[in-house]
């Protein structure tokens, strides 16, 4: 399984950035998809999660500004972030719970930075 993000960059607060997540597999269905991200010096967090039949769930740090959507013909799930905020400045990645429970390992981020 391999796991590309892309997306991040550095943005002024009040702004938007569009993350993607492509993923790679085979013999493996893909079920929820989520996005976590690392702030410098904190844990990694859970930001966002799609279910395979397009439930979500928010953190409430981004609720009404963030949004996940996917596209399951692409293998793609994607993080809408608008109202930035520096406190969203970290590395976000994306990780998938694959057939059998499986968790997909780490893709290797991209850094959003947002300047105040």
């Known amino acids: 399984v391999q796991l590309v993000e892309s997306g991040g960059g550095l943005v002024q607060a009040g702004g938007s950035l569009r993350l993607s997540c492509a993923v790679s597999v085979t013999g493996l269905s893909i079920n929820a998809m989520s996005w976590y991200r690392q702030a410098l010096g904190k844990q990694r967090e859970l930001v966002a999660t799609?279910?395979?039949?397009?439930?979500?769930n928010y953190a409430d740090s981004v609720k009404g500004r963030f949004s996940i959507s996917r596209d399951n013909a692409k293998n793609t799930v994607y993080l809408q972030m608008n109202s930035l905020e520096p406190e969203d400045t970290a590395v976000y990645y994306c990780?998938?719970?694959?057939?059998?429970?499986?968790?997909?390992?780490w893709g290797q981020g991209t850094q959003v930075t947002v300047s105040s």
């Open positions: 799609i279910s395979s039949g397009g439930d979500t």
């Open positions: 990780q998938t719970i694959l057939s059998f429970g499986i968790r997909s390992s």
